[in-house]
């Protein structure tokens, strides 16, 4: 297996004439081309197909109905490149028997969004792939890590296979973008604004159209470049409603988790994010890898997670509800008291955690205040004592029952104290969840506790 990270300016060149070589028969190889949401990978696929006006592309997109589809990938290939589509089974066996795809010359196979085909194509373009050594034929798969998919590591993990990693665009490439876009060279302020949305190219690129569309750029009439216009506060809207856009794609879990780092305030290892949400680190791992793939964090060079820009880190800070962002800035304190962290951020934390006016009025009220067991006095004791447990009430509170029902049951397997309302809290998630005998579990464990008179 090979991994490279050639320049994009050069990439489609390069990738084409592996291509060729490949389809000649004078090397093996197939290609692999991996990158997070926006990043790309269809954009090189198609340039890619234009370059080889030589060689036959049969290309098609995966989608999620294809996962429980068994061969539905591969048929589709095979029926826009050989007119038909064969008995899949009777190929498993003889797999040498591909001469129909290639009947009219050299072709090259290509998947799009190849981590949500079905596993009998990826396990048949993986064997296709295999001996293509002596076929006039190639394998190309376009694919994000995140879902993993272990077919696709396979594949990727053949000697005889490039793989190329898309990686955020740099300045030259943003302008390359604007340049697609508008027809015209940036100048240098709009290339400093544009740069806030962390390299994404289909950030980058809607970001353009805004500015375009809201009249917000303008050709300089000396330099010929293209500059931005109107007031910082209309060009931080503009930026904010992209990026709002780019945010409102992440599932509620890794949603909690881009939360917890805009609060933290810096670049942050994952064992410290997990201990401040009370969760083990290994359960944090799929929603880390998400907001990576989402293009919404990046890895630091020293191993922490850190956001791809600092607009993105104060435009999530500014959507979490106060209540909860209180709640969070003392989960932060409690965690740096915990694990040494400086006097100047734990004093900061805490002031933020003791900001003027009342936790209970900033919290969003739902049907969960029916059940009349989250009182605001113990709410805001449990804030102080067992911050965990006070976040899931107010997820809770909030419609966000399934991350409170995980918080709330954390709670009962390590904490001895408080137990009745965790138990009330866990009650009222699994039972809105529709989660009938975790709901019950808590009935019974709460029928032999000693409840208040008011409960």
């Known amino acids: 297996m090979e991994e ?13 004439d592996d291509v060729r070589r490949y389809v000649r028969c004078t090397e093996h190889g197939a290609l692999a081309l991996v990158g997070s949401i926006g990043l790309g990978k269809t954009t090189v696929l198609r340039e890619i197909a234009c370059a080889l006006d030589d060689v036959r592309v049969v290309a098609t997109t995966a989608d999620e109905l294809d996962s429980c589809s068994p ?15 064969p008995d899949m089974k009777i190929l498993g066996y003889n797999i040498d028997n591909l001469d129909a795809i290639y009947a009219d010359g050299p072709v090259a196979l290509v998947v799009d969004d190849a981590h949500l085909a079905d596993g009998e194509s990826l396990a048949l ?3 296709i792939s295999a001996v293509s050594a002596r ?23 053949q000697p005889h296979v490039r793989t190329i990693e898309l990686t955020p665009l740099d300045s030259e ?59 910082e506060v209309e060009l931080s809207d503009q930026l904010g409603q992209s ?4 945010l409102s794609c992440l599932s509620p879990r890794v949603r909690d988790l881009v939360q917890v780092l805009a609060v933290a305030d810096g670049p942050m290892g994952v064992e410290e994010l997990a201990d401040i ?11 880390v890898a998400a907001a990576v793939d989402a293009g919404v964090l990046r890895w630091s060079d020293d191993g922490d997670l850190d956001f791809v820009a600092p607009a993105y880190r104060q435009i999530v800070y500014d959507t979490v509800a106060p209540g909860i962002r209180r709640l969070l800035h003392h989960a932060v304190a409690e965690s740096l008291a915990r694990g040494g962290g400086s006097a100047a951020r734990l004093s900061a934390h805490r002031e933020r955690a003791d900001a003027p006016g009342t936790f209970v009025p900033s919290r969003q009220p739902s049907s969960v205040q029916t059940f009349g067991v989250f009182d605001s006095d113990e709410l805001a004791a449990t804030v102080r004592g067992n911050p965990t447990l006070a976040r899931a009430a107010v997820l809770a509170e909030s419609g966000r029952f399934r991350a409170a029902a995980e918080l709330a049951d954390g709670v009962l397997e390590t904490a001895r104290g408080e137990r009745t309302f965790a138990l009330m809290v866990s009650l009222t998630s699994h039972t809105v969840l529709g989660d009938v005998p975790r709901a019950r579990a808590s009935i019974d464990e709460l029928l032999r506790s000693s409840l208040p008179p008011e409960a």
């Not at 061969?71 to 589509?85: D, H, I, M, N």
């Not at 809201?214 to 109107?230: C, K, N």
């Not at 990026?243 to 780019?246: A, L, T, V, Y």
């Open 71 to 85: 061969s539905s990938v591969l048929g589709r290939l095979f029926l826009a490149g050989a007119g038909a589509t």
């Open 243 to 246: 990026i709002r856009s780019h």
């Open 135 to 157: 076929l006039p034929l190639t394998v190309i798969l376009a694919y994000r890590r995140v879902p993993e998919r272990m077919a696709l590591t396979m594949f990727a993990a």
């Open 125 to 127: 373009l993986h064997r």
């Open 4 to 16: 490279d990270r050639t320049p994009r300016a050069n990439l489609v060149r390069s990738l084409a």
């Open 277 to 287: 949400g009370g969760e083990a680190p290994a359960r944090c791992a799929g929603a």
């Open 173 to 231: 490439e943003v302008a390359a973008v604007v340049r697609l876009h508008l027809g015209g060279d940036p100048a240098p302020d709009l290339i400093r604004y544009l740069g806030q949305a962390g390299g994404n190219p289909l950030h980058v690129g809607q970001l353009v159209d805004l500015l375009a569309s809201r009249e917000h750029t303008a050709v300089d009439t000396e330099s010929g470049l293209i500059t931005l216009r109107g007031t």
